[in-house]
């Protein structure tokens, strides 16, 4: 999807793009395009577990985010899809749960994470901004309820 085709006031059109942004085969993912979406001041946080179960919160800027993500998708096929959204608007905010999927192509029977990103978005009156995404994966203990989007 290129940046110039995609309506940055539609919220739907928004989604569309932050994950194929994400989405390709090994190295091919448009940070021009995610570039496009975030503000130039927002923040990227992945949750996960350390060795010890710990919870820790790694925080990137779009540069480092993309120098991180570029490292460990370089040379798989990555492709998230969205499986479910809720977003809550008011004035100009908007906070957004959305799941996903990411398998090795699209339509791929074969399922490499399933997670949920929590987005806020600002409205400067000209156009929505992706603020802030933080996310976590599904692991073991821990699967996306059905009000979520999963299977339960």
Request: net charge negative; hydrophobic share 40%; aromatic share 12%.
């Amino acid at each position: 999807m290129a940046t110039t085709a995609t309506d940055l006031h539609d919220l739907d059109q928004i989604f569309d793009a932050f994950y194929a942004s994400v989405s390709g085969p090994p190295g091919g993912q448009d940070w021009a395009l995610s570039e496009a979406l975030f503000h130039p001041e927002a923040r990227m946080v992945r949750t996960r577990l350390d060795d010890q179960g710990k919870p820790i919160a790694l925080s990137f800027d779009l540069d480092s985010y993309r120098a991180n993500a570029s490292a460990l998708l370089a040379n798989i096929a990555f492709y998230e899809i969205e499986t479910w959204r809720k977003v809550t608007r008011f004035g100009n905010i908007a906070q957004v749960f959305s799941a996903y999927e990411a398998r090795p192509a699209p339509g791929s029977p074969e399922l490499i994470k399933r997670g949920l990103n929590m987005l806020h978005l600002y409205d400067d009156g000209s156009r929505w901004w992706i603020m802030h995404c933080i996310w976590d994966d599904e692991r073991e203990g821990l699967t996306l309820p059905p009000e979520l989007g999963g299977h339960g």
